[in-house]
């Protein structure tokens, strides 16, 4: 029965992609206030939702958010294989730079960043600066 709630819960979640407070919960699954409550914490443990606060109110969101990849492009660089994508969810877009390995027939990312397109430029200055940056002596 709690595994039922609960998938429900998360499944109301990611309907309603701008999350949704527990009073909406409440109103859509007909689960008591309470068990809600109790099951959002455990979700939250399991890292399968997150909070956003709005002045007083607590939105709860799914962290299953749904993102649409707009554009790809792949950098090969030695054994390492750079993916850089032009992302897109309900909060607008952003470019993702990763680094990914296929391991038997799977792809695994080993680490990512997220940079805003508005800050896409000061981003590759910064990458630029680095680069050009003499050693600093190790004390």
Same mark, same amino acid.
């Given at each position: 029965?709690?595994? $039922?709630?609960?998938?429900?819960?998360?499944?109301? *979640?990611?309907?309603?992609?701008?999350?949704?407070?527990?009073?909406? *919960?409440? $109103?859509?699954?007909?689960?008591?206030? +309470?068990?809600?409550?109790? @099951?959002? *914490?455990?979700?939250?443990? =399991? /890292? +399968?939702?997150?909070?956003?606060?709005?002045?007083?109110?607590? %939105?709860?969101?799914? /962290? @299953?958010?749904?993102? !649409? $990849?707009? $554009?790809?492009?792949?950098?090969?660089?030695?054994?390492?294989?750079?993916? %850089? /994508?032009?992302?897109? /969810?309900? #909060?607008?877009?952003?470019?993702?730079?990763? +680094?990914?390995?296929?391991?038997?027939?799977?792809? =695994?990312?080993?680490?990512?960043?997220?940079?805003?397109?508005?800050?896409?430029?000061? #981003?590759?200055?910064? *990458?630029? +600066?680095?680069?050009? !940056?003499?050693?600093?002596?190790?004390?």
């Amino acid at each position: 029965m709690a595994d $039922d709630s609960r998938a429900l819960i998360l499944g109301k *979640l990611k309907e309603n992609l701008r999350g949704m407070t527990i009073s909406q *919960l409440v $109103d859509a699954t007909g689960i008591s206030r +309470e068990t809600i409550t109790k @099951h959002l *914490l455990a979700l939250g443990y =399991e /890292n +399968e939702v997150y909070t956003v606060r709005y002045g007083n109110a607590e %939105v709860f969101c799914s /962290n @299953h958010r749904k993102v !649409r $990849d707009k $554009d790809t492009i792949k950098v090969s660089i030695g054994n390492r294989t750079i993916f %850089v /994508n032009r992302l897109e /969810n309900e #909060f607008g877009e952003f470019i993702k730079v990763s +680094e990914t390995r296929k391991i038997g027939e799977k792809w =695994e990312t080993k680490g990512s960043i997220l940079v805003p397109p508005e800050g896409l430029k000061e #981003f590759i200055n910064a *990458l630029k +600066e680095i680069q050009e !940056r003499p050693e600093k002596l190790q004390n």
